[in-house]
């Protein structure tokens, strides 16, 4: 079984995605576990999330092209162990 990785991001949402449900798909699309770190989301602005995710090397670059894909901007934002927001 292929060994796991965490990727940690910035996602700044449009406006016209802040309804979906993006994190259902990265779960059950791209087999990814989420964590959210941080999150401003507002349906007149667009939005903002930090979020940590976690999958094989192969789902995590499937599911930040996705992302980018759908008009997200995805900047990652480190990758220490012990990181915290």
Same mark, same amino acid.
């Given at each position: 079984?292929?060994? *796991?990785?965490?990727?940690? &991001?910035?996602?700044?949402?449009?406006?016209?995605? @802040? =309804?979906?449900?993006?994190?259902?798909? +990265? &779960?059950?699309?791209? !087999?990814?576990?989420?964590?959210? !770190? !941080?999150?401003?989301?507002?349906?007149?602005? %667009?939005?903002?999330? $930090?979020? /940590?995710? /976690? %999958? $094989? =090397?192969?789902?995590?670059?499937?599911? &930040?092209?996705? +992302? !980018?894909?759908?008009?997200?901007? &995805?900047?990652? @934002?480190?990758?220490? *162990?012990?990181?915290?927001?």
């Amino acid at each position: 079984m292929p060994e *796991t990785e965490h990727l940690r &991001v910035q996602l700044d949402y449009p406006l016209d995605q @802040v =309804k979906e449900p993006i994190i259902y798909h +990265l &779960v059950t699309e791209f !087999r990814l576990i989420p964590n959210i !770190r !941080r999150a401003n989301i507002d349906v007149h602005s %667009g939005g903002m999330m $930090v979020l /940590e995710m /976690e %999958g $094989v =090397k192969a789902d995590l670059e499937a599911g &930040v092209a996705y +992302l !980018r894909g759908l008009g997200i901007t &995805v900047t990652e @934002v480190g990758s220490e *162990t012990s990181w915290t927001i």
